[in-house]
């Protein structure tokens, strides 16, 4: 699960889109919301471009990909999020591979 010891953004990445992907089932939804909605929202404040210039984020990209690495963590932070509070009529239009 997501954590402060997390530093890997293919992991990261990889363990928001199934988040992402078990947010489709309703009582999934509520349980990442319920239990993980403050790691997401910590993760993502680690994002934030004052705490990139510390690169404590990450540490398996290299200097020169960091923006480019938080930029994407971010973006895969939000749809996360976006699928988690979204109502069940929406998440089942919008397809999750194709965000």
Known sequence: MLDRRSKNVVELI???????????????????????LFILLRKLVECHPLKR?????IDDITLEDVDSAIDELIVYILRTLRFVFGPERNRKVINPSLC
């Open 53 to 57: 210039k510390q690169n404590d984020i």
């Open 14 to 36: 990889l363990l928001l889109t199934n988040l992402t992907f078990l947010s489709l089932d309703n009582e999934l939804a509520i349980r990442i919301h319920d239990k993980g």
